[in-house]
């Protein structure tokens, strides 16, 4: 059965999942390039980091936290983060099948890179687990004949992010030591392939004196849910959209970055679903 058969609604919410905040770098720049989609957005942050989690518990999260956005109505997931992404895009598919459009993060910025006359050399910084399943340099290599690409598990960023550490001292030491790495010494363009990291993206432009070419996913994967959602006929034309928040685990430091990207229109709400 195909997409159509199962009728998704353009009235309909997309569905935004990550391990924590990472994931509001991407439903920021949705609802910047498209205002009248209301987003339901789930922050497994009873299991952050998944960086440093197996395959398997990734999958197992990825169905449930999609299961989850099924019953409330996505027409669309976006797998918000760049470790689901490379270790569960095709589990998730499968289980979503035609009910939802499953986005992940990876190809878009893959594309992006791969399109860009100046990349010959490509950095990668990323989780653990993006980095143990290569599948930045398998997917970019195959779009960009002779492309060399470098990448290195930042794994220290995420939990610094998500402790409201940027723009600091502390965040200025950590980043340094880890761009300071001879793998990424001979790179011409750099990708945050963790949804976190746009939030330092200050700092390493800083870093590399604002002459690195540095891509992150946020404003590309909104760019391609605005495709997805064009050529399916289902965009939404909703008068301000209340978007919803969900978490496993309540935080304090996710209750402020809620606020960071959303101004306070929000409401933070938890969801056990690992009950
Ligand atoms: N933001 C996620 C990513 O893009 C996950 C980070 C984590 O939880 O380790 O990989």
Known sequence: MSKEQHQLKASNPIGIFDSGIGGLTVASAITKLLPNEKLVYFGDTAHLPYGDK????????????????????????????????????????????NKAIVVNVIDPVVN??????SSKHVGVIATKGTVKSDIYAK????AKKGLEVSSLATPLLVSMIEEGFFNNKISRAVIHS????????????????????????PEIEEYYKHKMNIVDSAGVVAQEVAQVL?????????????????????????????HYFFKGKIKLEKADIWK
Do not use: W
């Open 54 to 97: 197996s395959a398997d518990s990734i999958k197992y999260y990825g169905i449930r936290i999609s299961q989850f956005l099924l019953e409330h109505q996505c027409k669309l997931i976006v797998i918000a983060c760049n470790t689901a992404s490379a270790q569960a895009f095709e589990t998730i598919k499968d289980f979503v099948g």
């Open 112 to 117: 992006e890179v791969a399109g860009m006359a």
């Open 139 to 142: 997917k970019l290599k195959t």
């Open 178 to 201: 880890y761009l300071d790495r001879p793998k990424l010494k001979k790179i011409d363009s750099l990708i945050l392939a963790c949804t976190h990291f746009p939030l330092i993206k």
């Open 230 to 258: 064009k050529t399916n006929k289902l965009q939404n034309k909703l008068k301000n959209p209340r978007h919803q928040f969900f978490v496993s685990d309540y935080t304090d430091s996710f209750e402020k970055s809620t």
